[in-house]
């Protein structure tokens, strides 16, 4: 599929851009355990993020090797929040998240994600019996923008997506206002359910997130092949899986993609993390 082109940005930003992505076919996103006593009290923290190269022969279903984990980290991302917006509206809060050079605070600005106050994907009905359950939310949904530190858009955007079969988590990358993408796991039932395999665990320890063209077609491969492009949860160590809500993503790129898309799909994979990871994290923990 030949995707949309993209539009000038300036030089400045093209040439961060460029030298943040341009070198790296995946990424590996690992959220740190920041806030996690805090977050245990009941109050979601701001979220804060390291960004590694990485290789898609290091991953193994739901785990990458230990070299992969130890990579230094080429970017840094923290969230800028108002804590109002954290305690009442977390799933749905408005955020900007500052990505910069390096494996800490201090590096020179790369870019930021916008995203607005939205409301969740999902809200939480209580039943008469004292259970509960999701009911969808298909009006105002999460989005995300990729912003210059100028404050220039960069011409692309991520989207929560709601359709028929709202139970399958479903995300839109567009540029300059056209699709490129539906970024969605594998599914059953005639798309009504997330396919799962037992044995793999594929669906229940972990679900990667495959790019599809227009005709719904896998972008770059087929289901099952790390090689494939996709945004995979992968498991983050002992520690931090028991003790936070921090989670770790692999993200594998189209092939060809050009910086400002490895851009726009790093935003997207911080969208899937906050809209189905953290939204349903929140929720289990209320």
């Given at each position: 599929?030949?995707?949309?082109?993209?539009?000038?940005?300036?030089?400045?930003?093209?040439?961060?851009?460029?030298?943040?992505?341009?070198?790296h076919e995946?990424?590996?996103?690992?959220?740190?355990?920041?806030?996690?006593?805090?977050?245990?009290?009941?109050?979601?923290?701001?979220?804060?993020?390291?960004?590694?190269?990485?290789?898609?022969?290091?991953?193994?279903?739901?785990?990458?090797?230990?070299?992969?984990?130890?990579?230094?980290?080429?970017?840094?991302?923290?969230?800028?929040?108002?804590?109002?917006?954290?305690?009442?509206?977390?799933?749905?809060?408005?955020?900007?998240?500052?990505?910069?050079?390096?494996?800490?605070?201090?590096?020179?600005?790369?870019?930021?994600?916008?995203?607005?106050?939205?409301?969740?994907?999902?809200?939480?009905?209580?039943?008469?019996n004292g259970?509960?359950?999701?009911?969808?939310?298909?009006?105002?949904?999460?989005?995300?923008?990729?912003?210059?530190?100028?404050?220039?858009?960069?011409?692309?955007?991520?989207?929560?997506?709601?359709?028929?079969?709202?139970?399958?988590?479903?995300?839109?990358?567009?540029?300059?206002?056209?699709?490129?993408?539906?970024?969605?796991?594998?599914?059953?039932?005639?798309?009504?359910?997330?396919?799962?395999?037992?044995?793999?665990?594929?669906?229940?320890?972990?679900?990667?997130?495959?790019?599809?063209?227009?005709?719904?077609?896998?972008?770059?491969?087929?289901?099952?092949?790390?090689?494939?492009?996709?945004?995979r949860k992968?498991?983050?160590?002992?520690?931090?899986?028991?003790?936070?809500?921090?989670?770790?993503?692999?993200?594998?790129?189209?092939?060809?993609?050009?910086?400002?898309?490895?851009?726009?799909?790093?935003?997207?994979?911080?969208?899937?993390?906050?809209?189905?990871?953290?939204?349903?994290?929140?929720?289990?923990?209320?």
């Amino acid at each position: 599929m030949e995707a949309p082109k993209q539009m000038d940005i300036d030089m400045g930003s093209e040439s961060k851009l460029e030298a943040a992505f341009g070198p790296h076919e995946a990424l590996l996103v690992k959220q740190t355990m920041r806030g996690c006593l805090q977050e245990r009290l009941g109050c979601d923290a701001k979220s804060e993020y390291k960004v590694a190269p990485f290789s898609a022969d290091q991953m193994d279903g739901y785990r990458v090797s230990d070299m992969a984990m130890s990579v230094p980290d080429v970017l840094y991302a923290t969230e800028e929040s108002s804590c109002c917006c954290r305690v009442c509206n977390p799933a749905g809060r408005n955020f900007q998240l500052q990505i910069s050079e390096g494996g800490g605070p201090g590096g020179e600005k790369v870019l930021y994600y916008d995203k607005p106050l939205t409301c969740p994907a999902f809200i939480v009905v209580q039943s008469e019996n004292g259970g509960s359950m999701d009911c969808p939310c298909c009006c105002c949904l999460p989005n995300l923008t990729p912003m210059s530190p100028q404050g220039q858009a960069l011409n692309s955007q991520s989207l929560y997506h709601c359709d028929a079969h709202c139970f399958v988590p479903k995300f839109t990358y567009h540029e300059n206002g056209q699709q490129v993408y539906m970024v969605k796991p594998e599914t059953c039932c005639g798309g009504c359910c997330v396919a799962c395999d037992c044995c793999s665990g594929k669906g229940l320890v972990y679900i990667p997130f495959y790019f599809h063209g227009e005709k719904d077609e896998v972008i770059g491969g087929q289901y099952n092949d790390p090689n494939t492009p996709q945004i995979r949860k992968v498991w983050a160590g002992l520690m931090k899986e028991c003790c936070s809500t921090a989670d770790t993503f692999a993200v594998v790129f189209p092939q060809g993609s050009s910086a400002e898309r490895k851009a726009g799909l790093l935003g997207l994979t911080f969208l899937i993390d906050f809209v189905y990871f953290e939204g349903h994290q929140s929720k289990s923990q209320t």
